[in-house]
């Protein structure tokens, strides 16, 4: 990054650190013939020491990590030339963070290959990896919603607020689920500590729900 005519722009340069190098042989990607110039991506080596950090604190149960994020190969396709970052200032969001220095939030997503290799290397058993939306609905989301869909007082009983109200709470929970939106999140559980028999045993979060 260098400073040119009043503002920040980037310039080619050497690896920052060898840990970059290192991070995209753990998670495998290899930068062939099939990336073209102006290809940009990121690399959060901070995510490794967060796992790290969790993994020292924790002596047996599971680590549960839900973001938005992707596989590395999804990842770092060589079809996403632009990577995932994402700025957002006074509730709009670009891709320059360059601009609004100090005033803006900066985010990019997870990679949750590199958190299951991290977890790899610490022990961390990897109990499985899923989406928000199906997640939830083995959890019993799916019957959550059913119940919302049935009036809790006679129809002739029921306010325009009531109605309101149970339509206000299916909104929320439909977002949770949206393959559109929040649905999409990654959810990647990790074990430390558990016995064979424990880590045999099927996680409902992680049982496909019976199709209706």
């Not at 325009?160 to 959810?187: C, D, Y």
């Not at 880590?199 to 979060?205: D, Y």
Request: glycine residues 8%; contains cysteine; hydrophobic residues 35%.
């Amino acid at each position: 990054m260098t400073y040119e005519k009043e503002k920040f722009c980037a310039i080619p340069e050497d690896l920052s650190t060898h840990q970059i190098e290192q991070y995209f042989e753990t998670i495998g990607i290899s930068f062939d013939t099939n990336y073209t110039d102006g290809y940009r991506t990121e690399v959060n080596l901070a995510a490794l020491n967060w796992l790290l950090q969790v993994e020292s604190q924790l002596a047996r149960g599971y680590i549960l990590t839900i973001d938005y994020g992707y596989t590395a190969v999804s990842y770092y396709s060589a079809a996403r030339r632009e990577g995932t970052l994402q700025c957002y200032y006074r509730h709009s969001h670009h891709s320059d963070p360059f601009i609004h220095i100090g005033e803006q939030d900066i985010t990019a997503h997870v990679d949750f290959t590199a958190l299951e290799k991290q977890g790899d290397a610490l022990g961390l058993q990897k109990m499985g990896f899923t989406q928000q939306g199906l997640f939830l609905m083995a959890l019993g989301l799916g019957d959550r919603l059913a119940k919302l869909s049935q009036p809790t007082a006679p129809a002739k009983t029921a306010t325009g607020q009531t109605i309101q109200k149970v339509m206000m709470r299916r909104e929320a929970l439909q977002q949770l689920i949206s393959p559109m939106g929040l649905g999409n999140f990654g959810v990647l559980i990790q074990s430390k500590g558990l016995t064979q028999t424990e880590i045999a045993r099927p996680l409902k979060g992680l049982t496909i729900p019976p199709m209706i």
